[in-house]
């Protein structure tokens, strides 16, 4: 008899001996990472050791930049996303990006969140409001927001406007939520905010973020990827490497000896 549950594979994006170059700078070196499905994955590691490169290389956000090239796998869903047959747009609907500093577009908050809906084909405007007003509610914006939907992006502050990117990323149904130091630019309370929203999003998303945040990273990640100098040195649940590091060099980094 057919089995009719078709199970997920507990995998959702696999990296497989990724290598990455700016011109002759080799960025990253042989990077593999199984990043497992509502799980929230983090990346850490001192400056320029290759956390947005890699954050970067898996939402081909890198295309455009002269002379970067890479070898290697990264699969999602176990096709290779750097195939040429992939297309990219409906690929970044499944996994969206989020920056470190909030960008909304210069047009309403309602705007902001419906604009991938719109590009995406959906054009009924009841089922818009709808999954503006979930998205809203999704990114804890919603109770602040309701009363003036169509006031300008750029009036809210900036713990607001991420929280507004956020929904937007939301919005067009994702499965993967990609977040490059989503809140080096907030203050604590914000920062506080954002790290409670991406503890309720990973029930329903996968979340990788790239964080200089060590306490951050500690605080709300399952799984911890410690890079240095372009080497993914050490990986593994989070409580674990906390615990007892396997490489010296992730245990100076997790005493602060390595900045
Ligand atoms: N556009 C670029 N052109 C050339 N080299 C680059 C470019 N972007 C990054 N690099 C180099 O690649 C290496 C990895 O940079 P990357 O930004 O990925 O590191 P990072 O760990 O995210 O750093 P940070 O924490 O400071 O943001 C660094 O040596 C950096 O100088």
Known sequence: MKNNVILKKDVIIKIKEFNAWYDKKQALKNINIDFKRNKISAIIGPSGCGKSTLLRSINRMNDEIPNYRTSGEILYEEKNIYDKDLDLTIYRKKVGMVFQKPVPFPMSIYENVAFGLKIHGIKNKNKIDEIVERSLKQAALWDEVKDELHKSAN????GQQQRLVIARAIAVDPEVILLDEPTSALDPIATQRIERLLEELVEKYTIIIVTHNLSQAIR????????????LIESGLTSDIIKSPKNQLTEDYLNGRIG
């Not at 009036?155 to 900036?158: C, D, E, F, P, V």
């Not at 709300?220 to 080497?231: C, T």
Request: negative net charge; proline residues 0%.
């Open 155 to 158: 009036a809210l502050s900036g």
């Open 220 to 231: 709300i990640s399952d799984y911890l990827y410690f890079m240095y100098q372009g080497d």
